[in-house]
């Protein structure tokens, strides 16, 4: 089986991310070995999600950089409706995509993408909040615990963040084990 | 490699708890196929995190049979100040233990194995705020991300989370793959 102690992830972060679904990413990776850093607006600033877990972000936006990263994760909570109004973040996220390389989203992580401009004809899930939002951007919606399209790994909610972090791994391990 | 999914293990759970001490080894067990239940004063009550991060009893301590259970976890934060004072916790614990099944436990969790007296010439690890608890019971204190003792799994804090899971999920495949 594949090491991924080589790989570096990032996960971006902002005020009242769903806690769960930003901190089980980062630590079940820490647990494959992979090198995960939190990517918020400025290096070093404190965000709480929404139940209140403190997060510190190692880097800033302006830091995020493509060739650097294997794979990106976006949590839910409302942080993404912060995320998606930076240009840093959309870029990386649409430069990301177009690397073909390993993207998480999870529950409302989907705004993100659709202002990156990257879900026309992908196949994903979400919170049902945002099924609109998602196929008005051209995406073909499910209501399913985890969709698989390419490089687009998506999930609904914190409590299918278990078979959400199974299969993200897997694509990890199957995309860089050339 | 053995598959866990017919495993039960039990989380105890009761207020101020550490929100990401409690949630990672629940999540963890589920993505490998583990049924995980919390157990609490009461059934259905719900518990909050030292952070915020609600959790909802499956089952009342009163259900808390160590038949039915392959394994038992214990989370931080202050939760187990008040789990140690219930006498179905510290029986059940003393009983896990004769029967030689995995025990894991972090940070302040070192106080229900105290008062379960569990500890006797144990090596083990915790947050150092309880390091004299831990000795004064006999045990044999390190200051180390993880440490194993035979059923014991003991770990300090939320940052040795992914060594701390690792560890207590080989030892249910070690323990189980007879």
Redesign the interface.
């Given at each position: 089986m594949m090491n991924l102690s080589k790989l570096k992830v990032v996960n971006l972060v902002h005020h009242s991310y769903e806690?769960?679904e930003l901190?089980?990413p980062v630590?079940?990776l820490?647990?494959e070995g992979v090198t995960v850093h939190l990517a918020g607006e400025e290096a070093k600033t404190q965000y709480y999600?929404k139940?209140?877990?403190?997060a510190t972000a190692d880097i800033g936006f302006s830091e995020l950089s493509p060739e650097e990263y294997h794979g990106v994760l976006i949590p839910g909570g409302w942080a993404p409706d912060k995320l998606r109004r930076y240009k840093q973040v959309t870029e990386f996220i649409r430069m990301m995509n177009e690397g073909g390389k390993p993207i998480g989203e999870i529950c409302h992580a989907g705004w993100v993408l659709i202002s990156a401009n990257v879900l026309k004809g992908k196949r994903v899930t979400s919170t049902p909040a945002i099924k609109d939002d998602m196929e008005n951007a051209g995406a073909i919606w499910a209501d399913e615990a985890v969709i698989i399209d390419k490089n687009l790994v998506s999930s609904r909610r914190p409590i299918d963040?278990?078979?959400y972090?199974?299969y993200y791994i897997n694509m990890l391990k199957k995309h860089y084990d050339k």
């Open positions: 806690d769960l901190w089980y630590i079940r820490r647990e999600g139940h209140g877990v403190p963040l278990p078979i972090m199974k």
